[in-house]
């Protein structure tokens, strides 16, 4: 089945600093979500790319495709701590492999 | 607006005990989706429901069972729980099925022990 690597597992970063992860997959993705889950909630989406090579901003937040269609990464600019929490990448491919693949997910502390 | 909500938050169970969690959704979604969620895992698909009146099964089904009750809700059951079960639930659902690429809305989860 599909696999997605998702890195780093956890990360510990000064406010303000700009912070970078990102999935790779075994196989080709049609479509690459990232989620954020805070605790107690459930997973809560933050960016949906859809094309090979697009790059999708959400406030402080950004996102690309990979051209390969095989990875994807996410970026946060000037972290805040509200920006604490779990990112998770998730991945669909197409015909009989449409449902979610996700990633092991993103733990994310910033620091006063 | 509600989006997805899942009954009970809470719940703990004695080993062979049975269980049925709820997840209904009113944002007339056609797809439904039960995941757990395991420490370092990520989530995991468990059942889903492409539309309603269809259900298959995901990456880990074995010792659950789900009902598409009707459009809204989709139910996981587990029949005789085992402490491996013991997880975080999560119902999703999406708005459309086929070539569709709408992304999934998530419930708040369900915390479920096993003793």
């Known amino acids: 089945g599909q696999q997605l690597n998702q890195s780093p597992q956890s990360m510990f970063i000064q406010e303000g600093e700009d912070v970078s992860m990102n999935c790779t997959s075994s196989s080709i993705f049609n479509t690459w979500l990232w989620y954020k889950q805070d605790p107690g909630e459930g997973p809560v989406l933050l960016i949906a790319l859809y094309k090979a090579g697009e790059l999708t901003s959400n406030g402080r937040l950004t996102a690309q495709f990979g051209i390969t269609r095989k990875d994807s990464f996410l970026n946060i600019s000037a972290s805040i701590p509200s920006d604490v929490g779990i990112y998770f990448c998730a991945g669909r491919g197409s015909g009989s492999a449409r449902q979610l693949t996700f990633g092991s997910g993103t733990q994310l502390t910033v620091l006063p | 607006n509600a989006g997805v909500t899942q009954t009970p938050k809470f719940q703990v169970l004695k080993t062979g005990q049975s269980m049925t969690l709820q997840c209904a959704q009113d944002m007339n979604h056609n797809s439904m989706y039960w995941y757990r969620q395991d420490p370092g895992m990520g989530l995991r698909l468990i059942y889903y429901?492409?539309?309603?009146?269809?259900?298959d099964k995901g990456e880990v089904p074995n010792g659950y069972n789900v009902s598409r009750l009707n459009k809204r809700e989709f139910s996981l059951r587990l029949e005789s729980a085992a402490p491996s079960q013991t997880s975080v639930y999560f119902c999703a659902s999406r708005p459309v099925t086929g070539a569709s690429n709408q992304p999934q809305h998530f419930g708040d989860g369900t915390r479920l022990s096993i003793l």
């Open positions: 429901s492409a539309s309603e009146g269809t259900t």
